[in-house]
């Protein structure tokens, strides 16, 4: 059974780097050449795609985030790693980590909730 845990800082100042990392566990072959995506929810809002990247590496990025977003990963850790620049109050949300198609997931992390606050 596939299951995915998001990890990192509840909390971040305003103008710092956010950074969480999602540790994919149960995988199978298949499963590795999944697509690996980053979703967020501000309170309140709906579901935000962030991005994604490849197998092979290629990333994807939502254009309101591009700017601002890097997605990278590890194969030997079975992990991958979010890193969202220039954060603002506006960046507190749960945030999510995915693998499967590339925008709507087919598995979900239980999401971790951060905040952007002074």
């Known amino acids: 059974q596939v299951q995915l845990q998001e990890s990192g800082p509840g909390l971040v100042k305003p103008s710092q780097t956010l950074s969480l990392t999602c540790t994919v566990s149960g995988g199978s072959i298949t499963t590795n050449y999944y697509y690996r995506s980053w979703i967020r929810q501000p309170p309140g809002k709906g579901l935000e795609w962030m991005g994604a990247?490849?197998?092979?590496?290629?990333?994807y990025y939502s254009p309101s985030l591009k700017s601002r977003t890097s997605i990278f990963r590890d194969t030997s850790k079975n992990q991958f790693t979010l890193q969202l620049s220039s954060v603002t109050p506006e960046d507190t949300a749960v945030y999510y980590c995915?693998?499967?198609?590339?925008?709507?997931?087919?598995?979900w992390g239980q999401g971790t909730q951060v905040t952007v606050s002074s």
């Open positions: 995915a693998i499967g198609r590339i925008v709507q997931g087919d598995y």
């Open positions: 990247i490849s197998y092979s590496g290629d990333t």
